[in-house]
């Protein structure tokens, strides 16, 4: 059963006490209560202790309808109040079977506890799977990360919103135990805090040939140069490497792509056409095969879509990004 939630009004207190991070830290005092819960609260947040109401105020929308003497629609709008800690299930980290059950793209609100139930963390996040997968990665056999509780808020919730249900968390873990949550404090974030998952590395550049050059060539490059295309959503044609471009045009290329492919974490395709070993007669013959006078060259979904210039205006307007995640392979 979802505890009643309502709005009390807190202290007001530094801006710097919560971190807006996906990963959020207290730079809070263990001594007394009092300033745990001043720093905590930057705003008036919801308040649940056990399953009883702890102050009853209206809410925003509440107050809104009743400013509006009832008539009429009000056009503020509310997410739905989130469950409280207690009232969260646990659910074991240690199964693999634990992360097809937790929301993917929702917004969530989730704390992390240790063996004994005690709650160690307290987090936000909008992919909760791979976030719980980064706790089950970073904290140490002797302080195994044991459960998780979490309480999805709806799509369309805004990060203010999910920040204050963060705090609210937070707050019950104060009220309960006194203190924040261990993790949430930056000496103990290397222990509990989940481990940002390293990126994969980038595949190598295409090569059209097993390296002997021209005499390699057992069909035209431009057959080759069709394959390739055929083969990857996104292809550039670039003087030099992912690496170490040989050109300007090249080098601004690569990095548009760059960018709009991690919007779809997607990686694209690098064939460098200096390179007479493995791509031996490729420069001249990428500008036959697309009747494009220059290089670098881009093609999305089997398309040519131009060169350097025609890319920068795609990506200005954010139809590159659109162009990449669309048929994504």
């Not at 290397?190 to 595949?203: D, F, H, L, Q």
């Not at 290329?253 to 031996?280: G, H, I, R, W, Y």
Request: aromatic share 4%; hydrophobic share 40%; glycine share 6%.
């Amino acid at each position: 059963m979802l505890a009643s939630a309502v709005v009390a009004p807190r202290p007001a207190a530094s801006p710097r006490a919560v971190s807006s991070s996906s990963s959020p830290s207290l730079s809070l005092s263990r001594r007394s209560l009092r300033p745990v819960s001043a720093q905590i609260a930057t705003r008036p947040l919801i308040r649940v202790q056990g399953h009883k109401q702890k102050t009853a105020q209206p809410s925003s929308v509440a107050a809104a309808a009743a400013s509006s003497g009832g008539g009429g629609e009000s056009t503020t709008t509310s997410v739905a109040p989130v469950s409280s800690l207690a009232d969260a299930k646990p659910f074991p980290v240690a199964e693999e079977a634990t992360l097809s059950l937790l929301p993917a793209t929702s917004p969530c609100v989730y704390a992390v506890c240790d063996a004994t139930g005690a709650v160690q963390y307290v987090g936000m996040s909008r992919r909760l799977p791979a976030t719980v997968a980064g706790h089950a990665a970073s904290v140490k056999p002797s302080t195994r990360a044991s459960s998780v509780k979490f309480a999805a808020l709806p799509a369309a919730a805004t990060r203010e919103e999910l920040t204050d249900a963060w705090r609210s968390w937070v707050q019950q873990v104060v009220d309960d135990s006194g203190a924040p949550p261990p993790g949430n404090l930056p000496d103990q974030q290397a222990t509990w805090a989940p481990k940002a998952r390293a990126a994969a590395a980038p595949p190598p550049e295409i090569k059209l040939t097993p390296g002997k050059g021209v005499q390699d060539l057992t069909v035209p490059v431009e057959t080759l140069i069709a394959q390739v295309v055929a083969d990857h959503h996104v292809v550039a044609f670039v003087k030099g490497t992912r690496r170490e471009p040989q050109c300007g045009f090249s080098h601004s290329v690569l990095t548009m792509l760059t960018a709009a492919c991690s919007k779809s974490s997607l990686n694209f395709q690098v064939v460098n056409v200096l390179d007479e070993q493995f791509n031996p007669g490729l420069r001249d013959a990428i500008k036959a095969f697309s009747q494009w006078p220059t290089i670098p060259q881009v093609y999305i979904g089997g398309e040519f879509v131009g060169g350097a210039d025609i890319l920068a205006e795609l990506a200005s307007n954010g139809e590159l990004a659109k162009m990449v995640a669309l048929g994504k392979k």
